[in-house]
Nanobody, 127 residues
Framework: QVQLVESGGGLVQAGGSLRLSCTAS????????MAWFRQAPGKEREFVAA????????NYVDSVKGRFYISRDNAKNTLYLQMNSLQPEDTAVYYC????????????????????WGQGTQVTVSS
């Protein structure tokens, strides 16, 4: 069983930055595929970014490329999402997700393969 706890959300003006953190329990963090999803009011949950197990390769949704950066510290069992140049359309609840082991590239952006989810942290960007 893996427990995920997100932190770092808040209210920021457009153009500002935030860094989200997700701390995971368990001793197999480095072998997990980790990802961030977000859900805005009235919308479906959306993939944001993923950090793949083994290779450490990263993937992003097009709308955040060049602005958001996902990273992980395996020694601290922590996943990060650095969010720069935030825009009002980035307003959402951000969720951390984990999968023990790998996920094939074509399935990374779907919520189904992920086994564990955090409770979410609110990010609000004012214009």
């Amino acid at each position: 069983q893996v427990q995920l706890v997100e932190s770092g959300g808040g209210l920021v003006q457009a153009g500002g930055s935030l860094r989200l953190s997700c701390t995971a329990s368990g001793r197999t963090f480095r072998s997990n595929t980790m990802a961030w999803f977000r859900q805005a009011p009235g919308k479906e949950r959306e993939f944001v970014a993923a950090s793949r197990s083994g290779t450490g390769n990263t993937n992003y949704v097009d709308s955040v490329k060049g602005r958001f950066y996902i990273s992980r510290d395996n020694a601290k069992n922590t996943l990060y999402l650095q969010m720069n140049s935030l825009q009002p359309e980035d307003t959402a609840v951000y969720y951390c997700a984990a999968k023990g082991g790998s996920i094939i590239l074509s399935m990374l952006s779907y919520s189904g393969p992920y086994d564990y989810w955090g409770q979410g942290t609110q990010v609000t960007v004012s214009s």
